[in-house]
C-alpha cells in the first residue's frame, strides 16, 4: 500500500505557553489523508483550523508530534529542506485570492513554474490547460482588478496547483462569495482536484460543500472527530 499523504500523529499546539493567558488549541490531533482523497474540516470559528492547516502545511510548527508529508516525516527539518519541501508539496489556498495585482491571471500562475525552473512556454501552456479546467481561459490576460469574486479564486486554485502539489489544504476557499458563486467555484474546485487526483483538506462551514467530499472532519476542543453528514 502507498504512503498516505498527511500523516499528522498527536499534535499539540498551545499559543502564549506559560503565560496566563495560554490557550491549547490542539490537543493530539491525528489525522491521515489517503492519496486522493478529499477531506473537509469542518469548524467553529476560533478552533484551530488555520493552525490546524499551517502546521500541515509546514507554515508552522507543532509543539508535539509529528506532520508526515508523502511518507516522509517533517517534523525536524531545517528551515531550507522544509521549505522546499512546502514548495514542492504543498498548494496553499485562502478565503481572499491574494494573487500579484500587478501581473495578469496567466501570470500570477506562470510565476512560481518559473520560480521552480520551469521553461517558461512549458509553463505558460500548463497555466492555460489550468484556466480552463476552471472555466476562465478567457479572462488569462486580465488583471485579477478586472475578474469577478469568483473568477478571481477559481485563478488562485490554478496557482496553488501550478507547481503539482501532492497536498492541497484551502482554508474557507469560497467563504468570501454569494452562495450561488460558491457552489460553482467549488465545482471548479473539485474539478481541478479531482483532475490532478491530489489530495486535499479544504476548511469550509457549510455542509453542503463538505457533502460533496470523500469525508468530512470536525475540530473541536482541540480533537478531531468524524461529522455524519
Ligand atoms: P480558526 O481558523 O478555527 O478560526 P485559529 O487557528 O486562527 O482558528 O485560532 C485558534 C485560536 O488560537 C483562537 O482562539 C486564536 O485567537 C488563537 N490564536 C491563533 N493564532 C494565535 C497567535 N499567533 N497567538 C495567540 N493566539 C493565537
Known sequence: MSDPILKLSGVTKAYNAGAPNEI????GVDLVVQPGEVVA???PSGAGKSTLLHIAGLLDNADAGTVEIAGTDMTNLGDRKRTAARRDQVGFIYQFHHLLPEFSALENIVLPQLANAVPEAQAKEH???LLDTVGVAHRAGHRPAELSGG????VA???ALANTPRLLLA???TGNLDPDTSDQVFGALMDLVRGTGLSAVIATHNLDLAARMD?????DAGGLSPVDL
Not at 491549547?24 to 490537543?27: E, G, I, K, N, Q
Open 171 to 173: 482554508d474557507e476557499p
Open 157 to 159: 486554485f490554478c496557482r
Open 215 to 219: 469525508r468530512a472532519i470536525r475540530l
Open 24 to 27: 491549547t488549541v490542539l490537543r
Open 151 to 154: 473568477e478571481q479564486q477559481r
Open 41 to 43: 474540516l469542518v469548524a
Open 127 to 129: 497555466a492555460r490547460k
